[in-house]
């Protein structure tokens, strides 16, 4: 159709997650990113946001939520994760994730994001490894391509500590108080909603409707 060819022609909107891998809603709210980018034409970027910040750097045992089973989340992170096609067991641990934002950041800077993004999702949810842990990580890197020994050597000098904090502080100064939030194009809003929000949100920016924009 000409309106799909008038898309695809111009220029790419930028869609920011703002996220952490230990929020289960950020992974089914990525599904809602996924069914985007096949519609539009997209490029997404990622912004860390420390959910729990006070986490030890060895991390924490998880303990079991009521409702949970050994293979399944609760409801309604079970029910949600099922419709989005995804596998989410109940972690064993929650990991301290700063070198996992950090790693995800310089996959970012490879051009690597969404691979990156979308491996680490799995390893903690399907797999149940700790993302807090440097061979862990350097599993990721190295199944999505990346210079696993390069990423481990910026981990070690923290090069992109500042980024990330950088990115934490820019959520919070814009209000942002839950994840995952998203920015399509100029229009932002919070929560893993149902993918009408997401086309909803995709086709007011395109039609030049800003009543919710924000400067960013």
């Known amino acids: ?5 008038l898309i695809t022609n111009c220029d790419p909107v930028k869609v920011v997650v703002w996220y952490d891998y230990i929020w289960p809603w950020c992974y089914v709210g990525l599904e809602r ?3 985007l980018g096949q519609e539009h034409n997209i490029t997404v970027e990622g912004r860390a946001y420390l959910l ?6 060895e991390g924490l045992l998880r303990q079991p939520r009521s409702g949970e089973t050994v293979d399944e989340l609760s409801e309604p992170f079970r029910s949600n994760a099922k419709e989005a096609n995804l596998i989410m067991r109940p972690p064993r641990v929650t990991p301290n994730t700063n070198y996992i934002l950090e790693a995800t950041e310089y996959a970012q800077q490879q051009g690597k994001f969404l691979e990156f993004h979308h491996a680490a999702y799995k390893t903690y949810w399907e797999d149940g490894e700790d993302l807090g842990d440097l061979t862990v990580i350097k599993s990721i890197a190295e199944r ?9 050597h910026s981990l070690e000098n923290h090069s992109y500590s500042q980024t990330v904090m950088a990115q934490y502080q820019q959520a919070l100064e814009y209000g942002i108080k839950g994840i995952p939030t998203f920015l399509v194009g100029n229009l932002m809003f919070t929560g893993a909603h149902p993918y009408e929000i997401f086309e909803s949100a995709m086709s007011k920016f395109l039609s030049g409707s800003d009543d919710t924009a924000v400067a960013w």
């Open 33 to 35: 990113v996924d069914k």
């Open 52 to 57: 729990r910040p006070d986490t030890p750097k």
């Open 144 to 152: 999505v391509l990346l210079d696993s020994d390069e990423l481990l």
């Open 1 to 5: 159709k000409d309106s799909d060819r």
